[in-house]
Structure formats: structure tokens, C-alpha cells
């Protein structure tokens, strides 16, 4: 098969239409991508779709749980939805109890992008938005630029890009989950996933990293040897058993554009390799999945369907001044690249 681009109309806002773009790479790998929320609705690598998504349009505008979505300006939380910059406090919208959860009522998740194809050797969807200052609560306007391509190899390469004409908050990152037996086979549980990563940042009841920084010696957090996830929810770790499971951010060995995970399904044996150039990821492992809700392709998904691998910097980390944050200066440039390669 060909590398293709498809572009065709997915539903319609109160706004305007809502397209889906289908960008195959002409080697097993590819994906539809809607530009609502810039949501990757299926990933398919050599037949087997590995993405959970909803049905239709409108199940997209309670999307709970963040299927596929592009997250900002913020991913993860924000204790007390505020935080402090240049001397100013700022106050957020608390949509996650008293917290702020992933850029608020009104993030880039529930935002039409606007969307370019780009018809080459590896075929891209290159969405832009801008982010108004005082959007949500967060300062500065601020130009967001998403690119997702497909590589030759059978990658699909995430990069992200912003400006911003006042010192701010970006901290983007992608929600997809991830099961390689197929989006509607089971759990994860048999799924065997290796992390570069030696210390994890435990967290309050909130789901809240507290400033501590541990390692995963000893742990039901040490991945750094492929295991199964059920050795891990099965580990009797309090932190996991709080959760039901990971819930955590993982700060990444080494720096720059490297190796941060890989996952491997039990069924299908494929793998997945991670790469990120960002400090951190979070694993979540579908805890809080909402059950007995129709969704795509009338799969009904269950606690632990899947794996979000979410880059990122620290959560909580403007509060912390030793974790990695999200700030972006006025004269800085946002540039971020993660890609999920299939084998």
C-alpha cells in the first residue's frame, strides 16, 4: 500500500465541522486523527488497532478520561489550581476537585486545531492554535504548533512547538492509551513494560506529587527490567494500591532525545518503543477507566483496557522548585518531540 493522506467530515460542533484525517504510511502503520482536540481516534500497526477512542463526535465532548487527546496548556495537575510566576499568582479553573487537571474546563483537548496535511515521503497533519492570554487562568497569548507524522519506520513522531508574548505555562502532552493485544482485547495486565527510570514521585491521595523524589530500588515502581504490569499491581506497594494501580510521574534516566519506555503486548507480540526528549512521563494504567460506556466500535472498556505514557514535566512542579517545570519564557521557543515506534 501507498503512503495516503484521507481527509473526511467526523461531525460538526455548535462552531463548524470536525474533520478526521487518516494519514497512512504504506508500511503497516497507520492513523486516523481528528482535528477536535487534535485526539488520535486509531492507531493501527499491521492490522491491529492499539488506541482506545470513542465512537462519534458527540461522545468526544464528554471525553472522559482524555482518549487520544492533545493536552495544554498544562498536562497533569496544579495543587490548588494556582501557582505563582514572576510574583504574580494566578488562579485556575479546579476541575479536578480543588486541583487544576490537565489545562482545566476548556483545554486544548475540547479545541478545534486548525489543520494542514503534508503529502510526502511521511505523511503529517501539522495543527495550529492560539491560546489567548488569560485563557483558563494562564497568562499570555500563546501560539501552539502540533505536528504528527509517520515515519517510514513505523513511528508516529509527535512534535510539538509554542511561542508566547508573556512568561507562562506550557507543558503539552498527548493522552493516548495504549493496549498492543488490540483496543478491544482485555487488559494490559500480561503486558510487559520496561522504564528507564530510577526514581518516581509518590503522591498524596489527590493523586499530587509532594516534592519527595524516590527511587524505584525495592519498589513496585522498578521497571527498569521488563516485567509484567500485574507484578506490579500485584506488588502490595501502598502507592500502587492507593491508585489501583500507576497513577505516578517517572523521572527518565539521562537527557536529550533517548529511550524512555518499551511496552510489549502479550497476545500480538508487538512491541512499542517510546522515545522523548522531556524529564519525565507518567504512567497511567486506566484506573479510573469509566465502565459500562459504549465505545468505539462497540467495545465496552474496563479498569486497566490500557497504558497512557504522558511526557511531560514534573507534576506539581511549579510548587517545587527542584522538579522540572513547565514555565516558558517570552523569549524562549516550546520545542518537544516524542514518538511511539511499533515493531
Not at 483537548?109 to 483558563?136: C, F, M, R, Y
Amino acid at each position: 500500500m501507498k503512503m495516503s493522506i484521507t481527509k473526511s467530515i467526523f461531525g460538526m460542533t455548535d462552531e463548524a465541522e470536525v474533520h478526521s484525517y487518516i494519514l497512512n504510511n504504506g508500511n503497516g502503520l497507520s492513523a486516523e486523527i481528528l482535528n477536535y482536540g487534535g485526539i488520535i481516534r486509531r492507531l493501527t500497526y499491521k492490522g491491529v488497532d492499539v488506541v482506545l477512542g470513542r465512537d462519534n463526535i458527540s461522545e468526544y465532548f464528554d471525553n472522559n478520561g482524555y482518549y487520544g487527546a492533545l493536552v495544554g496548556r498544562n498536562s497533569n495537575r496544579i495543587e490548588n489550581s494556582e501557582f505563582e510566576l514572576n510574583g504574580k499568582t494566578y488562579n485556575l479553573f479546579a476541575n479536578d476537585g480543588r486541583n487544576n487537571l490537565h489545562g482545566g474546563k476548556c483545554g486544548f483537548n475540547s479545541k478545534i486545531w486548525n489543520a494542514q496535511t503534508v503529502d510526502s515521503e511521511e505523511p503529517s497533519l501539522i495543527l495550529t492554535l492560539l491560546s489567548h492570554d488569560g485563557e483558563e487562568g494562564f497568562p499570555g497569548n500563546v501560539n501552539v504548533k502540533v505536528t504528527y507524522t509517520l515515519t517510514k519506520d513505523n513511528s508516529i513522531k509527535i512534535h510539538y512547538e509554542g511561542t508566547t508574548d508573556a512568561d507562562t505555562v506550557l507543558n503539552m502532552t498527548n493522552h493516548s492509551y495504549f493496549n498492543l493485544n488490540g483496543h478491544n482485547v482485555g487488559t494490559i495486565d500480561s503486558h510487559t513494560l520496561q522504564m528507564n527510570s530510577s526514581f518516581y514521585t509518590p503522591n498524596t491521595d489527590e493523586c499530587m506529587p509532594y516534592g519527595e523524589v524516590k527511587s524505584v530500588e525495592g519498589t513496585g515502581f522498578d521497571f527498569r527490567t521488563p516485567k509484567k504490569l500485574s507484578d506490579g499491581f500485584n506488588s502490595g506497594d501502598e502507592q500502587v494500591n492507593m491508585f489501583s494501580g500507576f497513577d505516578h510521574n517517572f523521572a527518565l534516566d539521562g537527557r536529550g532525545f533517548r529511550l524512555g519506555a518499551v511496552l510489549k503486548g502479550d497476545r500480538t507480540g508487538i512491541t512499542m518503543e517510546m522515545y522523548t526528549d522531556r524529564p519525565a512521563v507518567q504512567l497511567y494504567t486506566g484506573n479510573c477507566i469509566e465502565e459500562g460506556r459504549i465505545c468505539k466500535d462497540c467495545a465496552v472498556y474496563t479498569k486497566h483496557s490500557a497504558l497512557c505514557l504522558e511526557t511531560q514535566a514534573f507534576p506539581n512542579s511549579l510548587k517545587y522548585s527542584h522538579y522540572p517545570n513547565g514555565i516558558l519564557r517570552k523569549d524562549e521557543k516550546y520545542d518537544t518531540v516524542t514518538e511511539y515506534k511499533f515493531i
